[in-house]
């Protein structure tokens, strides 16, 4: 008979210990920030993204070890300008941004005097910062006044861990509301600017108004608004505009996506075991791991995603339509490929199948377009004579 002890049952995998295999035993996670949650938010239905984020895989070595590096950030000088219009919009406490919320936003309450509140949030750590942060937030409603949060910390609890979020600003209205401040460095010109640009600015904002909402819940007559504050500069100057933007709608969106999250462990469950996105590994075992979870590629990602590149090397080499563009993808309806929009166009789809009917209609009409084109007389152009120099 043994002397040794039986064995006691093997432990499950607790969802840290999987996230942890994912990303390789030596790779810490990446913090999520609200760049990358908007990301999210503009592409729900990627899983591939939802769960290398979630997991706090780093991406972008991820990208370089499959030989697909994304160049992403703003160049040096945007940045510097950026930092330059950021700091006259807050300069002598805040009084411009305060007037442009109030202009913008809260016309019906007294206007901000010289002496609004601008608390210190300085504090160790950003643990540190976002307490102090709640804590500004809750004294500013008490005081029932005009406060800048400049800076301020909050957080975001993602997949069961916390992302610290740093908004350019929040203002406390003297009615308790609770307003965020996005300050921007591309213009507004006759008070309209890049819809791609706002949009994106306000994907980010719905982020900080969704963690904001945690703080709230806590905070007697705090209310979180729904529409931020977008500062940009006017025209071609340096001088700030602002323009109010409703983020209900991202909001909305974004708050799925972090349901979803949330539930990562479901997605990490449908994967095999084993496979991981340890940038150690080699690009073809790092390869057949990202196949492994579904994308949903577009154009768009290039500009929010490191995977981007390498997602649309993978969707032209299947012949997918996604390539071409959500609007393309949603018109073709069950047509998947370039191969089966092109057959369908020829005449050689499906017949019951009112995309490849229609796709084959439009093809027609555009032939005969062309062919009555090429049969009308063109008009006689009489050459230029020569130059005499």
């Not at 993204?49 to 990208?63: E, H, I, M």
């Not at 540190?128 to 809750?138: E, K, Y």
């Not at 005009?146 to 993602?158: G, I, K, N, Y």
């Not at 997605?267 to 579904?294: C, I």
Request: proline share 8%; aromatic share 4%.
């Amino acid at each position: 008979m043994s002397s040794y002890p039986p064995s006691s049952p093997a432990q499950p995998t607790t969802l840290r210990q999987r996230l942890a295999g994912l990303r390789g035993p030596a790779v810490p996670p990446r913090p999520l920030d609200a760049r990358a949650l908007a990301a999210l938010a503009a592409n729900p239905g990627c899983g591939r993204r939802a769960l290398l984020d979630g997991a706090g895989v780093d991406k972008n070595a991820l990208a370089t070890a499959l030989g697909s590096p994304a160049a992403f950030g703003q160049s040096q000088f945007a940045i510097v300008r950026g930092n330059s219009f950021e700091a006259k919009v807050k300069g002598d406490g805040g009084a411009e941004l305060l007037r442009l919320v109030h202009a913008h936003l809260d016309t019906a309450a007294e206007p901000p005097g010289a002496g609004a509140l601008v608390p210190d949030l300085t504090a160790a750590g950003p643990e540190g910062r976002a307490a102090r942060t709640a804590l500004a937030l809750r004294e500013a409603t008490s005081a029932k006044d005009w406060t800048l949060l400049d800076h301020p910390m909050l957080a975001l609890e993602v997949a069961g861990t916390p992302a610290y979020l740093e908004p350019d600003a929040v203002v406390v209205h003297p009615d308790g509301r609770w307003t965020v401040v996005e300050i921007k460095s591309f213009p507004m010109i006759d008070a309209a600017a890049d819809a791609a640009k706002v949009g994106a600015a306000a994907r980010q904002a719905a982020v900080y108004v969704l963690a904001l909402e945690r703080i709230a819940e806590k905070v007697a007559g705090a209310e979180v608004g729904h529409t931020v504050l977008l500062v940009c500069p006017k025209d071609f100057s340096n001088l700030p505009t602002a323009a109010a933007v409703d983020v209900r709608r991202e909001r909305s969106v974004t708050r799925r996506q972090l349901d979803r999250l949330t539930r990562v462990e479901e997605l990490a469950a449908a994967l095999p075991e084993g496979l991981s996105f340890d940038p150690e590994r080699t690009a073809e075992e790092l390869a057949e791991a990202v196949s492994a979870v579904d994308a949903a590629y577009a154009p768009e990602c290039l500009a929010a995603c490191e995977l981007a590149f390498h997602c649309r090397e993978r969707a032209r080499a299947a012949d997918e339509v996604t390539a071409l563009g959500r609007s393309v993808r949603g018109e073709l309806g069950s047509l998947t490929t370039v191969e089966e929009a092109l057959a369908a166009a020829a005449g050689a789809g499906c017949a019951e199948d009112p995309t490849a009917a229609a796709l084959h209609r439009a093809a027609l009409l555009r032939a005969e377009a062309l062919e009555l084109a090429a049969a009308l007389p063109r008009p006689h152009v009489p050459e230029s004579p020569e130059c005499p120099c």
